[in-house]
């Protein structure tokens, strides 16, 4: 789908917001869409004579690799010489076919995690969070995500496939061995969608007929091997138009694109990647700052609504550890926006929900600590399952609440109802998995004096964390909810 966007983003970025609409109503013919790619046809070839896809064909000297260390998440090395890759297995890819061969190595080049000195990672760091509002068909998920020229800041100059400032590998490669970094003045802004932080060359000339390790088609190109070195494209500076940023404080001027956690994505991702969280400074990406005003109530908005009346963002990333994959997540969420007057209380009470979850779970997971252990705060063991089954518990009755208070705020009504109302929520949860997991029913098998303990430090709304939770919803104390 990124692809697919970049594509579209490269040689048919609308003029404004009108040819965008049209587009969308009228989509583009077949042919349209032929003449718009032809010109940059050849810088899409993976093999030949010329410049290939993504490659450096000109590579001179690096080292040869198996074609699987293409692949982001096969074991290492290091796995494999310490026996420890017990779920991905070594050698079940030995060979792609050029179609595999090609996706893994976009895939690699826009994901590209650290990988020692001198592999870049790709333009948004290792495994980025990726953000993309889903349409109907394919024609309208792609083109929601597509930016007009009105709202971009780079030449209008057509798209050729020469282009070096837009295709890296058609031209001499910008390579950071001799410590240059590429930010977004050295480049065409749609390099963001085509960047090479890897110089790498699939070994075509060696591949013979065989059948593909990952799709199991016959080709007669299987590729098995491809040769890379270090010091690729280093990015410096870009902002994706795909992906959501964060500042590391507020008043920072840097913005670092955000990458998902071990929590996975929950809601608590809502908060900074389709608002803003105004305390953190975080920036929400183009596509999705784009699209309400884009698509206002009425005919437009209800291309997107589907079927349960509210527009999706597809959430997606991998969670790196350094140079290991931990995780790959995706999930969508409903896109809610208010109108403009209204946006700055919408985002506050947002947060105001998002924050006073994530206190409860914590909460709810340390009391069903302190009901179990003697001294919980040695207690090393992982007990997120808690955590993840608290937002699952919640999540529908926080989109609910969202939608309530969205409603609310524009028909100028109070929203105190619907934070009490989250706020018993959160209590109720809290008590139905603190009781599951303490055991607290089977109290003659547990320690019953701690454990009642941990409930009364659950329930009391005078505790550190009740009184955090009723903070970040604008509950006053007194109100004993
Ligand atoms: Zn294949």
């Not at 040869?64 to 010489?81: F, Q, V, Y």
């Not at 030449?155 to 837009?166: I, N």
């Not at 994706?240 to 996975?264: A, C, F, I, V, W």
Request: proline share 7%; aromatic share 10%; with cysteine.
């Amino acid at each position: 789908m990124q692809f697919l966007i970049g594509i579209y983003q490269t040689v048919f970025t609308p003029e404004d917001d009108v040819e965008w609409k049209e587009k969308l109503i009228d989509p583009p013919s077949p042919d349209e869409l032929k003449a718009a790619l032809e010109p940059i046809a050849p810088a899409f070839n993976l093999d030949g004579s010329g410049p290939r896809f993504m490659q450096e064909v000109g590579i001179d000297g690096g080292t040869d690799w198996s074609i699987d260390s293409l692949l982001i998440g096969m074991p290492e090395e290091t796995k494999i010489s310490d026996n420890t890759d017990w779920f991905v297995k070594r050698g079940t890819v030995q060979g792609l076919c050029p179609n595999c061969a090609a996706m893994g190595l976009f895939t690699l080049q826009t994901n590209a995690p650290a990988g020692g000195r001198g592999h870049m990672t790709s333009l948004r760091g290792g495994g980025p969070m990726t953000c993309i509002i889903l349409g109907p068909t394919l024609w309208r998920t792609i083109w929601a995500n597509v930016i007009d020229q009105d709202h971009r800041d780079d030449d209008e100059s057509p798209a050729t496939a020469s282009d070096s400032r837009r295709f890296p590998w058609m031209g001499d490669l910008r390579s950071s061995e001799a410590g240059i970094s590429t930010n977004p003045e050295n480049a065409h802004q749609d390099q963001a969608f085509w960047g090479m932080p890897r110089r790498i060359l699939l070994d075509l000339d060696g591949a013979l007929p065989g059948t593909c390790d990952l799709c199991g088609a016959k080709t007669d190109h299987r590729i098995t091997r491809f040769r890379a070195k270090p010091y690729g494209v280093k990015y410096a500076g870009w902002v994706h138009p795909l992906s959501p940023y964060y500042r590391k404080d507020k008043n920072s001027l840097e913005l670092l694109p955000l990458h998902p956690q071990p929590d996975g994505i929950t809601y608590q991702n809502w908060l900074g990647t389709i608002v803003n969280d105004t305390a953190k400074g975080t920036k929400i990406s183009k596509n999705v700052e784009r699209f309400p005003s884009r698509t206002p109530p009425g005919k437009i908005r209800q291309i997107y609504a589907g079927h349960g009346g509210r527009p999706r963002l597809w959430l997606f990333g991998y969670d790196m550890d350094n140079k290991k994959p931990r995780c790959y997540y995706q999930g969508t969420m409903p896109i809610i926006a208010t109108r403009e007057e209204w946006a700055a209380s919408f985002e506050d009470l947002a947060a105001g929900m998002v924050r006073s979850a994530g206190e409860a779970a914590n909460n709810v997971r340390w009391c069903v600590k302190v009901s179990l252990f003697d001294k919980p705060s040695d207690v090393k063991g992982d007990l997120s399952v808690i955590t993840a089954r608290f937002y699952q518990a919640t999540e529908e009755a926080f989109f609910q609440n969202l939608e309530d208070a969205a409603s609310a705020l524009s028909n100028g009504d109070d929203t105190f109802g619907i934070r009490k109302r989250w706020l018993e929520t959160l209590n109720h949860t809290g008590k139905q998995l603190f009781d599951e997991y303490s055991q607290i029913d089977f109290i003659e098998a547990i320690d019953a004096q701690r454990a009642v303990k941990a409930r009364r430090l659950l329930t009391t709304p005078f505790s550190k964390a009740n009184k955090a939770i009723r903070g970040h919803l604008g509950i006053p104390d007194e109100d004993k909810a």
